[in-house]
């Protein structure tokens, strides 16, 4: 434990940084940038062919389920991780050989990993024990901190005396006050309740803004990721699927498992029956739909069109494309309503509609609506065509 928590700000006295990272560091240069690196745990590999750049005072989320390498990541720039190719870049210079101890980074986990035995005061001013920082400073700067974080004047106060939230907030506290070059969040909010987690979402963003610190958000919430982030790495075994900003990964998903994991999407398989103007998809549940292509498709080609549960109309459906169905279950969300619907052929589709007029009920049949231009086409091997 003492072992790890030593690492959590990583002090790093101003000499040997200046040395170790350089002075003269590009103000060009990305704030972080991954070329291609590869990490093994034995012989298990737990990341493959990573690249990412990562601008100065971005906010970048890595998103992705359980065990898809996001910690993993993360620790290889805290330089808790070997890696086994590549290069990884800290305002333009290399890393990989720089020990722990000289990057300049903070760190906030899921677990709030503070000394449970010390006050808030020395929790948060671990990180400047280690830099020469004379001790009014180390108050000012303690004060400054507790003050973004908004838990001023509770530096006597023990962890056991706060809150979850309130504990995680000294810990996001500790890890700005020593002002890091990045800032790396693995799951912080996981542990949070519902409401606090939310609080907290809005307060991090906020506190990240106002001082232009570079964050990498590590996350398996789609929801933390599409609102927080300036741009999102959605990661699946190790390897990216996609990166782009939330409205782009959200819309216009690169693969199958994009359009799954961010929000659920309907994917209907089928066939293109009508190629050119007009191009048709009949589905596997055997309605015809129209889309709208971004390049010309071969008649008969196997496609899977995907469309956002947010995308579909019920009930006096709109749009160019109708389904008929039969409602399967429907969850009434106060302005909203999701609906389960079957269109045929054991085909499930999943609606997400403001409320106008009545919700629909369990076996009622329904209309269903979308525009060809609400939905996305991949091809047969779960890639978008673009
Ligand atoms: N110390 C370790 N030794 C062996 N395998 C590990 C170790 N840490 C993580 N892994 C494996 O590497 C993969 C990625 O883990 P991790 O980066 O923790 O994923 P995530 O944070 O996305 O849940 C997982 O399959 C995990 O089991
Ligand atoms: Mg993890």
Redesign the pocket.
Known sequence: MPDSQDTLSSPRPASAGASALGTAAAANSPAVEFRDIDIA??K?V??RDFSLSIAKGSFVT?L????????????SIAGL?DISGGQIMIDGRRVDDVPIYKRNIGLVFQSYALFPHKNVFDNVAFGLKYRDVPKPEIVRRVGKALDMVRLPGTEKKLPSQLSGGQQQRIALARAIVFEPQVLLL??PLSALDANMREEMRVEIKKIQKETGITAIF?T?DQEEALSMSDRIVV?NA?AVEQIGTPQEVYETPATAFVADFLGKANMLPGTVTRSGQGTAVTLAAGQTVNVVPPKPLAQGGKVTVVVRPQKLSVGTAAGANRLSGRVVSASYLGGSAIYEIDIGGGTLIRANTPISGRVFGEGEAIEVGFDPDGCVLLDEGGQRIS
């Open positions: 745990y034995g298990f737990a990341v890595l992705g389920p359980s065990g898809c390498g996001k910690t993993t990541i993360l620790r991780v693995d799951e590590v398996h990661m190790g």
